[in-house]
């Protein structure tokens, strides 16, 4: 099953309320993809962190196989 | 909860090892694209690493990683007992010259990311894949 982008982003803005995701499919096979992401909850925390934050919010569709790999890229 | 002889097993191997990815395959035969690109950027780096295959257990697997450092995907790389993160952060770390600081080695000469190009060579890997067995 391919993954709803636009579910994904709202998934991450709802988690992290200001935050700005763009969701992309980069592999066209809808399982893999990278989300662009900048939040204000990301200040002064570690990258690691920061991906715990984006993975968090999207968990669900990871769970349920929906998406097998997301690329995270933070933008300041 | 994490089995706990895997866990402690997992803590040791990362204990030991100085680099230590866990990947899906093995460095000459990885069989995830992001695996295969983590092993292209440990390789230009020229350092010696550990890798464990994590297949053969991954659920499992996840559940240790998961407790003891909060990360569940892999590639999980880690330097000197801390993970520095997945495919996505070794990369940018690489291309920006932090993952050669955090590895204590020069940064190469041509900082490329790392395409989808020839299998990485076996060439600065040296220790034999590692492999834990699911319980």
């Known amino acids: ?13 709802a988690a992290l309320p200001g935050a700005r995701a763009e969701v992309i499919d980069e592999t066209g096979t809808g399982d893999h993809l990278r989300a662009e992401v900048s939040a204000p909850q990301f200040e002064g ?20 196989g929906t998406i097998h790999a997301l690329t995270i890229k933070i933008l300041d | ?28 035969a990885p ?3 992001f695996s295969m690109r983590t092993v292209q950027v440990l390789d230009q780096m020229g350092v010696e690493y550990g890798a464990i295959d994590v297949l053969p257990a991954l659920q499992p697997l996840r559940e240790v990683t998961s407790e003891i450092s909060d990360w569940e995907t892999f590639p ?3 330097v000197n007992g801390e993970l520095i993160g997945g495919c996505d952060i070794v990369e940018e770390m690489f291309e920006n010259g932090e993952l050669a600081e955090v590895l204590g080695v020069e940064q190469p000469a041509r900082a490329e990311p790392a395409q989808a190009e020839a299998p990485a060579s076996d060439e600065p890997y040296k220790s034999p894949p590692m492999q834990i067995e699911g319980s």
């Open chain 2, 31 to 33: 069989r995830c694209g």
């Open chain 1, 45 to 64: 925390k570690s990258r690691l962190d920061q991906h715990r934050l984006v993975k968090a919010a999207v968990r669900e569709r990871f769970e349920d």
């Open chain 2, 1 to 28: 909860m994490a089995d706990q002889e895997l866990t402690d097993r997992v803590r040791e191997l990362i204990a030991e090892n100085d680099v230590l990815l866990f990947m899906k395959g093995t460095p000459s």
């Open chain 2, 76 to 78: 999980q790389l880690y």
């Open chain 1, 1 to 13: 099953m391919a993954a709803d982008l636009e579910e994904l982003k709202g998934m991450i803005e």
